[in-house]
């Protein structure tokens, strides 16, 4: 990935400076290549824009460019043999455009009354804290010691503590978010890596390390389909495998996956700074993301105003709940309920899936529990699966991927069913018989299903928007209101901190 960044020219600063240039320089330097040529090249550049959300009143997202720059100062910023000292003071003076102790909390020019996006609010202050860091221990006559630029005797260390404990506490804002989610990790690697302060590399350690588990669990080959906070222009992806964690994930994850991801292409931006940057995820993270070591049913909660995450995982699926819209001001973007399988499909229409009921904005996709899916839309099934059983508005599956595996599907008007069978069934012909003679009346589907062998799910797949799809698991009632979940609930590996 170094090297493919690397290979490249040095793209126009003013109309690349965003994203692109500041990662060729980070390759190039990172690989030894074309040293004095990226030198000169940060010698000639000026800050393109200024830091903060852009808005119409305003240009901004030169933080962006400013948390790579960061990192290419604390990587090579000790070595002048890659990073020329005049470089390193061109970096100081001019890229780096926050210092200082207060933090910037609104959208620039909002006259203070917009607060800034999460990934703003930690590219900024990261940035500022760690230009503060090296003014101070090695700044130079009149900023070497200057307590301007001392971060705890200004507050900001204070801040940012307070701000990343916070965030470990309630989970990322912007959580599954593409594409800004790439660049809160981008910021939170920087102060993971950098900062002298324990206290701020265990906070900023701590939410990476559950922003992982969470992918970890919430993904299966490098793919997943689950709720988003921003963009509403995102809502009709199709994609499962071109999210910025996804990204991430590989990078520090590849090596070991014993192959490419299939329908990936392209420079990852976010795979090259996992790559270069020192963090790593812990053994049993990776462990969970490559193979599912068992069957598992988590809900994660996101909060009073967002939607859960709600997963129904084994080594070969994973069924995953597609959340529920709440409104323009929470930017919730619902997804299908999606069945994963190891075929590497990298396609929500190639995978079986059941979309929401009318507009996304409507959806309510929440109705997942234990190897069990419903949602008010018939079951899409994929061309490439054809029955091994059918009768009375049930099909039956046996994708060869999952040897073992039956999934058995309904549809109706305004109701899917998807219902997992990892063992114990017999023939495809002998489990459809089993199913319908436990669920003999198809309009009684509408509310509930019993498991064969015994057991039952009752659900409402017409459930307010901040209400769980399912009501009942064998006759006891289920706490409907997902706003008051806990971040972690369900079959969590015990490696979960």
């Known amino acids: 990935m170094v090297e493919a960044w690397a290979g490249g020219g040095l793209p126009n600063w003013k109309t690349q400076g965003k994203v692109s240039a500041p990662r060729v320089c980070l390759a190039k330097l990172q690989a030894g290549r074309d040293i004095e040529e990226v030198n000169r090249y940060l010698l000639a550049a000026k800050p393109w824009a200024t830091s903060g959300s852009t808005w119409s009143g305003h240009r901004g997202d030169y933080d962006f460019t400013e948390t790579t720059l960061t990192t290419i100062l604390y990587l090579f910023g000790d070595d002048p043999a890659i990073l020329w000292p ?84 309630q989970g990322v804002y ?31 350690r701590h939410i990476l ?3 992982n588990w969470q992918y970890a669990l919430g993904s299966h080959g490098f793919r997943r389909c689950a709720p988003f906070r921003r963009r509403f222009e995102k809502a009709q992806t199709d994609k499962l495998s071109d999210d910025p964690h996804t990204q991430v994930m590989y990078s520090w994850c590849a090596p070991e996956s014993g192959g490419e991801l299939r329908g990936r292409s392209g420079r990852p931006h976010q795979e090259l700074i996992a790559a270069c940057m020192p963090y790593r ?28 995450e709600i997963y129904s995982g084994a080594p070969d699926f994973l069924l995953s709940a597609g959340g529920a819209f709440r409104g ?48 008010r839309s018939p079951v899409r099934i994929p061309e490439q699966y054809s029955p091994a059983a059918g009768d009375g508005g049930w099909t039956v599956f046996t994708p060869a991927d999952a040897p073992g595996l039956a999934v058995a599907v309904f549809s109706a008007e305004e109701l899917g069913i998807i219902a997992l069978f990892p063992d114990g069934w017999e023939s495809a012909e002998g489990l459809l018989a089993r199913i319908r003679a436990a669920n003999p009346d198809p309009a ?32 006891t009632d289920t706490d409907r209101d997902f706003g008051g979940w806990p971040m972690w609930d369900g079959d969590i590996p015990t490696e979960v901190f």
């Open 281 to 308: 995820v812990p053994a049993t993270v990776k462990a969970w993301t490559l193979e599912k070591p068992r069957e598992y049913f988590v809900r994660m909660g996101r909060g009073p105003k967002a939607c859960p």
């Open 328 to 375: 323009l001001r929470a930017m919730i973007v619902p997804r299908p309920i999606t069945l994963l399988l190891p075929d590497g499909e990298t396609q929500i229409s190639r995978c079986f899936h059941i979309p929401g009921h009318g507009r996304w904005w409507w959806w309510n996709s929440t109705g997942v529990h234990r190897r069990f899916a419903v949602g």
């Open 444 to 475: 009684a589907l509408r509310e509930k299903f019993f498991w064969p062998e015994g057991g039952s799910v009752e659900y409402d797949v017409k459930a307010p928007r901040n209400r769980w799809v399912i009501r009942r698991v064998d006759g």
């Open 209 to 211: 390390d559950t922003m």
């Open 174 to 204: 912007e959580f599954n978010s593409m594409p800004y989610l790439g660049y809160t990790v981008q910021a939170l690697l920087n102060l993971e890596a950098f900062p002298e302060s324990e206290e701020l590399r265990g906070l900023a």
């Open 86 to 169: 005049e470089t390193v003071e061109h970096l100081l003076t001019t890229l780096l455009v926050e210092e200082g102790g207060t933090p910037r909390i609104a959208v620039p020019r909002s006259l203070g009354l917009i607060v800034d996006t999460e990934n703003h609010h930690l590219m900024t202050e990261g940035c500022r804290y760690l230009k503060n860091q090296w003014l101070f221990r090695r700044g130079g006559p009149g900023r070497e010691g200057n307590p301007a630029y001392d971060n705890r005797a200004n507050g900001l260390e204070a801040w940012m503590c307070a701000h990343l404990r916070e965030t470990a506490e």
